[in-house]
């Protein structure tokens, strides 16, 4: 089974399931059903990040801003986040993993599954590609982990988290289900009700 990594170029090549993390350069992960995410998911590494002692994974979960069924343009949205001025240079300047999924938001009748903010109605879906798109988010953070394992880079065990407006609200309800795998949330544009936050 190959993957593919898409690099700052846009060119794309074959890439072996277990190769090492990329330093430097804006990477794709193609879905990998065998590993627990039917979505891929784009990562940059900065590099000097052994310039710090406590290496830490941070993800931003993308929010696309509207509805499509094509997931090409949330795939663009999530590689435009991790290339833009925000991407990389906050990665570079804390000298973090960053890791931005490429979860869809469907134009589906019910409003309520909207994937990208993870609501509740995303969080009941139980079989097919967005069953529980949160634990997919946990394999696709461990196959990161792996990755950096890989060439020397160990990260710390808990993620930091960061989201404005949908991927706030993703950002909040994954940290209260999963408190034990974040370190730190930052989210802004978010009004949630506690009882919101529930599954």
């Given at each position: 089974?190959m993957?593919f990594?898409?690099?700052?170029n846009?060119?794309e090549?074959?890439?072996?399931?277990?190769?090492?993390?990329?330093?430097?350069?804006?990477?794709?992960?193609?879905?990998?059903?065998?590993?627990g995410?039917?979505?891929?998911?784009?990562?940059?590494?900065?590099?000097?990040i052994?310039?710090?002692?406590?290496?830490y994974?941070?993800?931003?979960?993308?929010n696309t801003?509207?509805?499509?069924?094509?997931?090409?343009?949330?795939?663009?949205?999530?590689?435009?986040?991790?290339?833009?001025?925000?991407?990389?240079?906050t990665?570079?300047?804390?000298?973090?993993?960053?890791?931005?999924?490429?979860?869809?938001?469907p134009?589906?009748?019910?409003?309520n599954?909207?994937?990208?903010?993870l609501?509740?109605?995303?969080?009941?879906?139980?079989?097919?590609?967005?069953?529980?798109?949160?634990?997919?988010?946990?394999?696709?953070?461990?196959?990161?982990?792996?990755?950096c394992?890989?060439?020397?880079?160990?990260?710390e065990?808990?993620?930091?988290?960061?989201?404005?407006?949908?991927?706030?609200?993703?950002?909040?309800?994954?940290?209260?289900?999963?408190?034990?795998?974040?370190?730190a949330?930052?989210?802004?544009?978010?009004?949630?009700?506690?009882?919101?936050?529930?599954?």
């Amino acid at each position: 089974m190959m993957a593919f990594v898409t690099c700052d170029n846009n060119n794309e090549i074959d890439e072996p399931d277990n190769q090492p993390a990329i330093i430097g350069s804006s990477t794709y992960i193609a879905a990998k059903p065998s590993k627990g995410f039917n979505y891929g998911y784009y990562y940059y590494i900065p590099k000097n990040i052994n310039g710090v002692s406590k290496k830490y994974l941070l993800v931003e979960p993308n929010n696309t801003g509207k509805v499509s069924d094509d997931i090409k343009v949330h795939d663009d949205a999530a590689y435009n986040l991790i290339n833009s001025g925000w991407g990389k240079s906050t990665a570079d300047e804390l000298l973090v993993v960053l890791l931005v999924p490429v979860f869809p938001r469907p134009t589906l009748g019910n409003s309520n599954l909207h994937v990208q903010a993870l609501t509740r109605a995303t969080l009941q879906v139980k079989s097919g590609k967005m069953a529980r798109v949160d634990l997919q988010l946990i394999q696709m953070i461990n196959d990161l982990k792996d990755k950096c394992d890989a060439i020397g880079i160990k990260v710390e065990p808990k993620i930091l988290l960061n989201g404005f407006s949908a991927s706030a609200k993703f950002a909040n309800r994954f940290t209260a289900i999963h408190p034990g795998l974040v370190q730190a949330v930052a989210a802004g544009g978010s009004t949630i009700p506690f009882y919101q936050l529930l599954p």
